[in-house]
């Protein structure tokens, strides 16, 4: 079974903001794929789709961005799943340029809350991801926590929704050939 974990924070206050990028784009992926809405159990929300003869799960932690890894203690004591192939993480990026992504095997959390907790979570940084690039502030002393938590303006939205379509292709390549020939396609540009 392969997972794709997409970070966020649960509520009204926060759907709108850049750190949601990751819900974004697993909201776009179950229209793309044409699944199930999204189904709350217990301290996550999923739903299920079944791609080259394997079942793909989808899931929003429901437990705010810094304690995300916690969706993934079930999983840990599976035999069957290996976050390092079975594992994609969608995530918000302040340093990629909003509508511009990256495919990664693995690397640091850059400090960005919700990889820390799966980082804990798993005791490793060999996982995929796809940082979604949400830009970050021009002002320096503008507070990251803040500019993250806070609503894009409508054309760097723009930019990141009209690149979910490419993004979405990199999450199938991954679901099909790994994450290696992902990241060799798609961080070309």
């Given at each position: 079974m392969k997972l794709i974990l997409a970070l966020g924070n649960p509520g009204e206050r926060y759907r709108d903001t850049r750190h949601n990028a990751g819900w974004w784009l697993a909201d776009h992926l179950v229209v793309r794929w044409a699944l199930p809405p999204f189904r709350r159990e217990g301290a996550e929300s999923?739903?299920?789709?079944?791609?080259?003869?394997?079942?793909?799960?989808?899931?929003?932690?429901?437990t705010y961005m810094n304690?995300?890894?916690?969706?993934?203690?079930p999983w840990r004591e599976r035999d069957d799943f290996r976050p390092e192939a079975d594992l994609l993480v969608l995530v918000d990026d302040v340093a990629l340029e909003p509508g511009r992504f990256r495919v990664r095997g693995s690397g640091s959390a850059g400090?960005?809350?919700?990889?820390?907790?799966?980082?804990?979570?798993?005791?490793?940084?060999?996982?995929?991801?796809?940082?979604?690039?949400?830009?970050g502030p021009d002002d320096r002393d503008v507070d990251l926590a803040d500019w993250v938590l806070s609503a894009p303006r409508r054309d760097q939205e723009e930019r990141v929704l009209?690149?979910?379509?490419?993004?979405?292709?990199?999450?199938e390549c991954w679901l099909e050939e790994g994450v290696e020939v992902a990241m060799n396609r798609f961080n070309r540009s």
């Open positions: 999923w739903t299920a789709h079944t791609a080259q003869g394997r079942e793909v799960r989808l899931v929003k932690p429901l304690r995300s890894g916690r969706a993934l203690r400090g960005h809350n919700g990889l820390l907790s799966v980082e804990g979570a798993l005791r490793s940084r060999d996982y995929g991801r796809i940082r979604i690039g949400v830009g009209s690149a979910f379509d490419r993004m979405s292709e990199a999450v």
